[in-house]
């Protein structure tokens, strides 16, 4: 990784140069909850002074741009004997500014499962590929457990990384094409100051983290409390609503329906993400549920976050951003509810 130094002046005008020839989304206000506190999406911006880059957090994450709720695959023509598919992959180039570095982490980890895993996608690698990503530090955000889980800091999976020292960022570039772009404006090498300064806000941000879980043990204590009350006492909370799986970054499970025309002519095949806390889940033809409970859908997304995926990766699915928390009408959020879990294995 190469470090630079950018003036707040360079920064905005590298963000107007991408503007000229890209799509570029940044985190926008879209409102304010009842205490008055703002509310923030990841949206395409027209102009610099559109984003607001002291969020704390976004409801949707940046999934939302590589792995879309709903995404046509494929379409179909018939004649005669004779067919046509049509695929077409998204390649305009975008650039993503602002990206905290849990949701940088997100990525990566569903680069693990979509790039490198046995079934490549080419949907998401088309996305992944023709979008910059520009990432941010930033103080930690109410009860994210970021640090918990390791994604409080990153070093891959972005184009560039910055981090705000008052005047100037700190820069730390990942890639070829973050190199290109960022030599578009002025930057400078980066002297004792700059590092010493860039040390002492990552140590303060290091230092400022309030909610902690703790996962050391927890593949271990899920083992051992794989029929615990807990599940029964969190899963009857549970609306079955699906809320948590879609703002999550890192949930990608997906259902996929063909829709034929009534004159048989043509076809497109549609992918839409779903939740493993869905009622149908795990529907099976002939009726069959297996997990027809609410407590044994949420038990398995906790399997899944924390258990399956470690076993796999050797490291959690969740980065803690605690959005599932937010949004959850239920009140059910990872933090309390391994905290319950860890109490009921130390019984
Ligand atoms: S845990 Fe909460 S957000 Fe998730 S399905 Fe249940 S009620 Fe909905
Ligand atoms: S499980 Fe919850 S806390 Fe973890 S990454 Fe998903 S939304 Fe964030």
């Given at each position: 990784?190469?470090?630079?130094?950018?003036s707040?002046?360079?920064?905005?005008?590298?963000?107007?140069?991408?503007?000229?020839?890209n799509?570029?989304?940044?985190?926008?206000?879209?409102?304010?909850?009842?205490?008055?506190?703002?509310?923030?999406?990841?949206?395409?911006?027209?102009?610099?002074?559109?984003?607001?880059?002291?969020?704390?957090?976004?409801?949707?994450?940046?999934?939302?741009?590589?792995?879309?709720?709903?995404?046509?695959?494929?379409?179909?023509?018939?004649?005669?004997?004779?067919?046509?598919?049509?695929?077409?992959?998204?390649?305009?180039?975008?650039?993503?500014?602002?990206?905290?570095?849990?949701?940088?982490?997100?990525?990566?980890?569903?680069?693990?499962?979509?790039?490198?895993?046995?079934?490549?996608?080419?949907?998401?690698?088309s996305?992944?590929?023709?979008?910059?990503?520009?990432?941010?530090?930033?103080?930690?955000?109410?009860?994210?457990?970021c640090?918990?889980?390791?994604?409080?800091?990153?070093?891959?999976?972005?184009?560039?990384?910055?981090?705000?020292?008052?005047?100037?960022?700190?820069?730390?570039?990942?890639?070829?094409?973050?190199?290109?772009?960022?030599?578009?404006?002025?930057?400078?090498?980066?002297?004792?100051?700059?590092?010493?300064?860039?040390?002492?806000?990552?140590?303060?941000?290091?230092?400022?983290?309030?909610?902690?879980?703790?996962?050391?043990?927890?593949?271990?204590?899920?083992?051992?409390?794989?029929?615990?009350?807990?599940?029964?006492?969190?899963?009857?909370?549970?609306?079955?609503?699906?809320?948590?799986?879609?703002?999550c970054?890192?949930?990608?499970?997906?259902?996929?329906?063909?829709?034929?025309?009534?004159?048989?002519?043509?076809?497109?095949?549609?992918?839409?993400?779903?939740?493993?806390?869905l009622?149908?889940?795990?529907m099976?033809?002939?009726?069959?549920?297996?997990?027809?409970?609410?407590?044994?859908?949420?038990?398995?997304?906790?399997?899944?976050?924390?258990?399956?995926?470690?076993?796999?990766?050797?490291?959690?699915?969740?980065?803690?951003?605690?959005?599932?928390?937010?949004?959850?009408?239920?009140?059910i959020?990872?933090?309390?509810?391994?905290?319950?879990?860890?109490?009921?294995?130390?019984?």
């Amino acid at each position: 990784m190469l470090f630079k130094v950018l003036s707040k002046d360079a920064f905005r005008r590298l963000v107007e140069l991408l503007l000229d020839a890209n799509e570029v989304v940044g985190p926008r206000v879209v409102g304010q909850d009842r205490p008055g506190k703002r509310r923030y999406q990841l949206l395409p911006i027209d102009r610099f002074e559109d984003m607001s880059l002291d969020y704390d957090k976004t409801e949707y994450s940046a999934k939302t741009y590589f792995l879309p709720f709903k995404e046509k695959l494929s379409s179909y023509a018939f004649e005669g004997d004779d067919w046509q598919q049509q695929i077409r992959y998204r390649i305009r180039p975008r650039a993503i500014v602002g990206l905290h570095a849990c949701d940088i982490n997100a990525l990566v980890k569903l680069d693990k499962v979509l790039l490198k895993g046995d079934f490549p996608s080419p949907y998401y690698l088309s996305r992944r590929e023709n979008t910059f990503v520009i990432g941010i530090d930033h103080d930690p955000c109410d009860n994210g457990f970021c640090a918990s889980v390791g994604a409080d800091i990153v070093s891959h999976g972005f184009d560039l990384f910055l981090t705000d020292l008052g005047d100037r960022y700190f820069v730390a570039i990942d890639s070829d094409r973050g190199f290109r772009v960022v030599n578009t404006v002025d930057i400078r090498d980066v002297t004792e100051t700059d590092r010493e300064e860039y040390m002492q806000v990552r140590n303060r941000i290091a230092g400022a983290f309030k909610t902690e879980v703790n996962i050391r043990n927890l593949p271990t204590v899920l083992d051992l409390e794989f029929e615990s009350p807990v599940w029964d006492r969190w899963g009857d909370r549970c609306l079955s609503c699906g809320s948590c799986a879609a703002v999550c970054p890192t949930c990608y499970c997906y259902g996929v329906e063909e829709r034929i025309s009534m004159s048989f002519d043509e076809s497109v095949k549609v992918k839409r993400l779903y939740s493993c806390n869905l009622l149908d889940f795990a529907m099976v033809a002939g009726d069959h549920n297996f997990r027809p409970t609410r407590a044994s859908r949420l038990k398995y997304r906790y399997y899944h976050q924390h258990r399956g995926f470690t076993e796999t990766y050797d490291e959690p699915k969740c980065v803690g951003c605690n959005r599932c928390g937010d949004t959850c009408l239920a009140g059910i959020n990872p933090p309390e509810l391994i905290a319950d879990l860890e109490e009921e294995a130390a019984r």
